[in-house]
């Protein structure tokens, strides 16, 4: 059998008592990882991906002249796991990340006009990293400075893993350490909506003391924001299929699983249309839904509960300006509905003018609304937030609409994500929406996808010695 990437047609059965043979269900970096984990120790894979294109969620499309990322993807310095992902597929170097956190936040609702303030970081400890930062930021008051970093260090002291954290709720916990309404906006939300793709109120505050003290309270270089400098597609796709192939993973695009069994013998069925191959582990690395729906009867305690992990949608707005409009490569937004705004013109092989990606997330409101209406909306906050935009002429406006990006990090939602392993031998689930600790973002999905590996190479009494150091015995 040939290994390397095919695009539907008749799959070759292999048979799995000739060798250990693993198949992964799902082509996004959740599947990506778990194939590659497991095919680094020494096993047969068969990665099979339903779209024509591997990446999940974080891919790439064209649109003209122009290559379009379906939204703005970013990752922090300690996002251990996907950097070795970007490692192990050799595009460290497309997606660098800043030397320091510098992150410009403009202000346009003040009535003093448009201000300009910055979060970064000091080369000092944690938590005095941030201390001159916090005490010249400009969109706070000094007396909510001053609480700002009392809350923090409360915050620092807590365990996210403890149960009772995710049973509660992150705006009602910031209300009672002193947080005023303003900063909630102006810092708090500023991060987190990003991160964890809800508002303080609508956030578990066990997921919120993650990405808070992981990402500001626990290195000094934690922040530090990386993003990528050419299409996601790239790096997820293309670097990726690369990688697969001269790990000797055999991948089939355009090829829908129907139905996952245990064949009575030890070892497992995945059904494709037409067809059925036969292995010694399977890993479901797809969406909440779709693994419940090929879940067989006893894989689980109570598979409905996967069925409660809600979903939040992200909402992108892509313009085309006829000239350069922004100087930096990002700003955040406050006192207005723009929230992130990215320039994704060199990335996007765009040669005159600039193009810039507005990553709106918790976008409940606006996900289904016509791009007439957005188009209504956003041109004019742009050109509040952009003074260069009002003299510009706008070449192209269109968005992109992700209604279930990423899990809903609702308080209680932790109790509802199961662990890699299931209740059937040789059965495993992988997803950035698993019980990883973290929210639903990349360093998740990696993290699924080696936990999950990590499982099966147990069971089919192959070593772990090559799975990364992150890796944690999964659940």
Not at 153 to 172: E, T, V, Y
Not at 176 to 196: I, K, N, P
Not at 250 to 263: F, G, N, P, W
Request: glycine letters at 10%.
């Amino acid at each position: 059998m040939t290994h390397g990437t095919r695009s539907g047609g008749p799959l070759t059965e292999v048979p799995a008592r000739s060798g250990r043979h693993a198949v992964v269900v799902g082509g996004g970096l959740a599947g990506i990882t778990a194939a590659l984990a497991l095919a680094d120790a020494g096993v047969r894979v068969t990665l099979l991906e339903g779209r024509p294109r591997l990446g999940g969620l974080a891919f790439s499309f064209r649109r003209g002249d122009l290559t379009v990322d379906n939204g703005q993807h970013v990752y922090l310095r300690c996002c251990t796991a996907y950097r070795w992902f970007l490692d192990r597929i050799g595009g460290t170097a497309l997606a660098p990340l800043q030397d320091r956190l510098d992150v410009p936040v403009v202000d346009v609702a003040r009535p003093e006009g448009r201000r300009l303030g910055r979060l970064r970081r000091d080369a000092l400890p944690v938590p005095l990293h941030l201390g001159r930062s916090l005490a010249a930021y400009p969109h706070l008051s000094l007396a909510d400075r001053a609480r700002v970093g009392r809350a923090a260090l409360a915050l620092k002291g807590l365990d996210p893993a403890d149960p009772a954290l995710d049973a509660q709720d992150f705006g009602s916990w910031l209300a009672a350490h002193g947080q005023s309404a303003r900063a909630v906006e102006a810092l708090w939300d500023l991060v987190g909506v990003a991160t964890l793709n809800a508002v303080a109120d609508e956030t578990s505050l066990g997921l919120a003391a993650m990405v808070f003290r992981t990402g500001l309270l626990s290195d000094p270089g934690a922040a530090d924001i990386g993003w990528a400098r050419v299409p996601l597609g790239d790096l997820h796709d293309r670097l990726a299929r690369k990688a697969l192939d001269s790990a000797g993973v055999r991948t089939e695009l355009r090829t829908r699983v129907t139905a996952v069994s245990s064949d009575g013998d030890g070892g497992w069925s995945v059904r494709v249309p037409g067809e059925t191959l036969r292995a010694d582990a399977v890993v479901l690395a797809v969406p909440q839904r779709e693994a419940h729906g090929l879940l067989p009867a006893g894989a689980l305690d109570a598979p409905e509960r996967l069925l409660r992990i809600g979903t939040a949608p992200i909402l992108n707005v892509h313009v085309v300006y006829d000239r350069k409009v922004l100087a930096r490569p990002f700003l955040a937004a406050l006192g207005t509905p723009v929230q992130w705004v990215f320039d994704r013109t060199e990335a996007s092989g765009l040669t005159d003018g600039q193009y810039l990606a507005l990553s709106q997330s918790a976008a409940q409101d606006e996900i289904d609304e016509p791009v007439a209406a957005l188009r209504a909306r956003y041109l004019p906050e742009l050109r509040r937030l952009l003074p260069r935009t009002r003299d510009a002429a706008v070449l192209d406006f269109f968005v992109t609409r992700e209604r279930a990006a990423t899990f809903a990090p609702a308080p209680g939602v932790g109790r509802f994500r199961p662990g890699a392993r299931t209740k059937a031998p040789g059965l495993y689930l992988a997803g950035a929406w698993t019980a990883t600790g973290w929210p639903a973002t990349m360093e998740s999905a990696v993290r699924s996808g080696v936990g999950a590996a990590g499982a099966a190479l147990g069971a089919l009494g192959r070593s772990r010695d090559r799975l990364p150091g992150f890796f944690e015995e999964a659940a």
